[in-house]
């Protein structure tokens, strides 16, 4: 089974240090999937990472935001590409695992950049969050309840630049990492490409990707094992498989939050509704391989 899996930023700790030690066990459910005989495109978010990197630099260099997202996708993936080959060689599995730059076309008047909704960097007390947005000019929002977080445009992914070498390499049987941080957002003008400082949410860009790679699951991993609708509520009730028709009520009824839960539904309509063979799975990395198996997780259908 070809199977997209995004793997969330804040799953991979606080510092590359913090991520370099996760990750030697998040990798372990992954290479299950590959030890299983499935072919594996991995994912990844960048959120509280990009925010490190552009904090680590001095206060005078202003970086692009563009900037930070390549540079997170080429850390994050170098990590996770070596520690996912490390663990593959411990099995001896002989499978090759590659990083690639990745580039994501988004739409230059979408209306994210006049909105900017996707949370980064590390989480601040409403105090210093306002003292930021004073010194900086950023707009800063209570997050999950955990604190006040910087907000940038998160615009739509509309095509990914290296799709050919990435079907390439896949077919060549090569495990991928692609599309990064939900890719380093560019714009097309006239056929060239430049960049533009957003954030593509890393779900939707694993959905663009498992449609134009032909995948026939997309795993959207998540820190709970399924969702919930009344989450946190005493009538919560988790759910096995739903399909669209089900997903866009319970979205209509505001089950899913916006900044959590809700972007993760939408980009698996979007997968699903491209092909009514297509499937997504919601869960933990760590039931990753019973949710293929419907023994967990949330299951999201054509109908």
């Not at 499935?38 to 630099?57: D, E, K, R, T, Y």
């Not at 997170?72 to 499978?95: A, C, D, F, P, V």
């Not at 730059?101 to 996707?118: C, G, I, M, R, Y």
């Not at 896949?170 to 560019?186: F, L, R, S």
């Amino acid at each position: 089974m070809k199977i997209v899996i995004a793997l969330g930023g804040n799953a991979l700790g606080n510092s590359p240090q913090e991520q370099k030690e996760i990750l030697k066990d998040s990798v372990k459910p992954i290479a299950d999937l590959i030890q299983e005989g499935h072919q594996i495109i991995l994912a990844h978010g960048n959120g509280p990472q990009v925010g490190m990197v552009l904090n680590a630099f001095d206060k005078d260099v202003e970086l692009p935001m563009v900037e930070a997202n390549a540079m997170t996708q080429g850390y994050i993936g170098y990590q996770l590409q070596q520690s996912l080959q490390n663990e593959l060689m411990n099995r001896k599995i002989n499978k090759p695992v590659v990083s690639l730059v990745t580039q994501v076309v988004v739409d230059e008047n979408d209306s994210a950049f006049l909105h900017p909704t996707k949370p980064i960097g590390p989480f601040l007390s409403k105090e210093d969050a306002l003292v930021q947005e004073e010194l900086t000019g950023h707009t800063f929002i209570e997050d999950s309840g955990r604190g006040y977080r910087r907000v940038v445009p998160s615009p739509k992914p509309v095509d990914i630049v290296e799709i050919e070498s990435i079907k390439q390499l896949v077919e060549d049987g090569q495990i991928v990492i692609t599309v990064g941080g939900g890719g380093i957002p560019v714009i097309k003008n006239q056929g060239l490409l430049s960049g533009i400082d957003a954030v593509i949410d890393k779900d939707f860009a694993s959905s663009q990707l498992a449609i134009q790679v032909q995948a026939d699951l997309l795993i959207i991993l998540t820190a709970v094992d399924q969702i919930a609708i009344n989450f946190n509520k005493p009538n919560q009730q988790w759910l096995t498989s739903i399909n669209i028709e089900q997903a866009n009520q319970f979205i209509q009824e505001g089950h899913f939050a916006p900044g959590s839960m809700l972007p993760k539904i939408e980009a698996a309509l979007n997968f699903v509704q491209h092909n009514p063979n297509n499937k997504v799975l919601i869960t933990s990395l760590e039931k990753a391989s019973l949710g293929i198996q419907e023994k967990t997780g949330t299951i999201i259908r054509h109908s």
